[in-house]
């Protein structure tokens, strides 16, 4: 009982957290007329602040010493920070610039520029089926570029910086809450630089737009922090292919602003580029939750073979040693923090590609 209220608990903060993340469409505008430079260096600042407070609540720090004494990790760190930056700074101005629906098909194309830089990157093979989903979103792209009469940029750059960033932070290996701490510390510095400078131009909107104002910019710290949170919550208490369907709530609730509150222009042609991405993305996920399956089946198999012969390790059909106490093939991806976009391919535990929206 206690189990399936832990089970029931996680999948609430993960819905939380994805719906906050599909509605933060909403805050950015609150913000003007301060420009997205600026808004992502409040949301830089404040969210050290916030996460600061939360480490202090949590009495984790060790890992400060080991990250500075580990000049790899850190340097991964600062390339992490700075790819996220791009990310963060575009989707506020895409936002803020009418482009909402093409900041959301960014966030849907996201788990196929995943494994497209698995395999071109990593070496990973795909299955046929996945193959399939990422020549059907090679298609969507090419038919939404010729409906838009350009590449969709904002999409592209938007998924391959969360992949890239993704790509990094699987080497790094850290937990949500310190990542973001670590990120954002390296970020400090020169964001309140920034905002110092614009204070003593005159050009700041901090005070000048007022005490309502400043608390919204102040905000930017609360609103990145808290759906983080919550999501390393739902991470510890469901299971990893769960998150990995939650994680369509937060682009669906965007392309459903981009629409419906936002009211941009949907002709036939982005219509039909969206349901290549879908049926992709739809392909994907069928095929992830069907190896899933099959492999938790043979791993019950096989755990019942080693209870008699527990010297013995079998190969699975996939290439992959199954021990005694595994859960899935070794080398199976995990995901290291809700930050992160894992990649799921064909080599490794076919779990669907999660990833945090910004």
């Not at 202090?56 to 700075?82: F, M, N, P």
Request: charged letters at 10%; glycine letters at 10%.
């Amino acid at each position: 009982m206690e189990g399936k209220n832990e089970q029931r608990a996680g999948l609430l903060y993960g819905i939380g957290a994805y719906v906050m993340w599909g509605l933060v469409p909403l805050f950015w505008p609150l913000l003007k007329p301060s420009g997205a430079i600026e808004i992502l260096a409040h949301r830089m600042v404040w969210s050290l602040g916030v996460v600061t407070i939360a480490l202090l609540a949590v009495r984790r720090w060790a890992w400060i010493g080991e990250l500075v004494r580990d000049r790899r990790k850190l340097a991964l760190i600062s390339v992490a920070a700075t790819t996220i930056t791009v990310n963060w700074g575009l989707y506020i101005w895409a936002v803020n610039n009418g482009q909402v629906v093409e900041a959301s098909l960014g966030y849907f194309i996201n788990p196929l520029v995943t494994i497209a830089m698995g395999v071109l990157l990593l070496g990973e093979r795909l299955r046929p089926v996945q193959w399939v989903a990422v020549a059907t979103g090679l298609t969507a792209v090419l038919v939404l570029a010729i409906g838009y009469g350009r590449p969709p940029w904002i999409s592209l750059v938007l998924a391959f910086s969360f992949a890239t960033y993704g790509l990094i932070k699987k080497k790094v290996n850290m937990g949500g809450l310190e990542s973001l701490a670590a990120e954002t510390a390296v970020l400090f510095v020169p964001a309140l630089g920034f905002l110092l400078w614009l204070a003593a131009t005159g050009k700041s909107t901090f005070t000048a737009g007022g005490t309502g104002h400043g608390f919204l910019l102040a905000a930017t710290g609360i609103v990145t922090a808290i759906p983080l949170i919550c999501f390393g919550a739902a991470a510890v208490r469901v299971p990893l292919s769960t998150l990995g369907l939650l994680q369509y709530l937060a682009p669906i609730f965007q392309f459903g602003l981009g629409v419906v509150y936002f009211k941009e222009s949907m002709p036939p042609e982005r219509w039909a580029g969206f349901a290549l991405v879908w049926l992709a993305l739809s392909l994907l996920t069928w095929d992830a939750l069907r190896t899933a399956r099959r492999n938790r089946a043979l791993a019950v198999k096989l755990l019942a073979t080693a209870a008699a012969a527990p010297a013995t390790a079998t190969p699975t059909p996939e290439g992959a040693a199954i021990l005694p106490g595994d859960a899935a093939p070794l080398g199976g991806t995990t995901t290291p923090a809700p930050e992160a976009a894992t990649t799921t391919t064909g080599t490794e535990a076919p779990n669907p590609t999660q990833q945090k929206i910004t």
